[in-house]
């Protein structure tokens, strides 16, 4: 028996055209979810990423850390990584940023070296993190009883030989803490350890030419803040 022509013609016009609406869904659907998908965690102001890490470091202070499961993302961070903040600090083994500042993987580009100064390699990685990462903030991390400012403290005070590339150190952080050191004080050591902080700040927010641009973009902010060895809290200096 042979069918009906107009009941084929239709089916056929039925049939194309859920075909064009299935490629017209497939066309837009993914345009559809990445106009859906959250923006990366970075995508935020840099007051809103230093409440984030001062609300991290009060919960640290407070031994009353987020629980975290560390497997979580960690397929999706071997593709891309999207860190709130960087952070140049001391490589003292009692200053772990990460914790102090209660993140977790991927939240963080952590820069350390020994008195927590500016180096060309370490302004080299802070560019990463700006250019590319686009991280808003910068936070430069002191600490209490921090050893290279100690050296250099004592040697600016009463010259002497010192072992190794301790050299190094001392002659990088000297002009940011000399004036202070020679102004003397009771708490010489705490001052020296401020304005080492302070110059840093200065000197990476001048840094031309990706981080001055973003600095007057404001797109980036770039703070200072002292680690209280014996409390965990972190004291934001005046530029903060």
């Avoid at 084929?8 to 859906?36: E, I, K, M, N």
């Avoid at 919960?59 to 960087?86: H, M, T």
């Avoid at 009883?145 to 150190?169: F, N, Q």
Wanted: hydrophobic share 45%; glycine share 10%.
């Amino acid at each position: 028996m042979c069918d009906d022509p107009s009941h084929s013609l239709q089916s056929r016009r039925q049939f194309l055209g859920a075909g064009l609406g299935l490629l017209a869904l497939g066309t837009l659907l993914p345009r559809q979810v990445l106009a859906d998908a959250a923006p990366p965690q970075n995508a935020i102001s840099p007051d809103t990423a230093l409440r984030r890490l001062l609300a991290g470091n009060a919960r640290y202070a407070a031994n009353q850390l987020d629980p975290k499961d560390f497997s979580v993302g960690r397929a999706a961070r071997a593709k891309a990584q999207y860190p709130i903040a960087a952070i140049l600090s001391c490589a003292d083994s009692r200053v772990a940023p990460e914790l102090v500042f209660d993140q977790g993987p991927g939240d963080l580009f952590v820069v350390r070296i020994a008195g927590n100064y500016l180096s060309s390699d370490s302004l080299a990685s802070l560019e990463y993190a700006v250019g590319v990462l686009k991280v808003p903030l910068i936070v430069v991390l002191g600490h209490t009883e921090c050893g290279a400012i100690k050296a250099t403290v004592a040697e600016i005070k009463d010259p002497h030989d010192l072992p190794g590339h301790i050299w190094d150190i001392v002659d990088a952080i000297r002009p940011g803490v000399e004036s202070t050191v020679k102004a003397g004080g009771d708490q010489v050591l705490d001052a020296a350890i401020g304005a080492n902080v302070d110059y840093n700040v200065a000197r990476i927010a001048a840094a031309q030419p990706v981080v001055s641009s973003a600095v007057k973009q404001g797109s980036v902010k770039v703070v200072g803040g002292v680690y209280q060895l014996a409390t965990g809290k972190v004291a934001m200096r005046g530029n903060a």
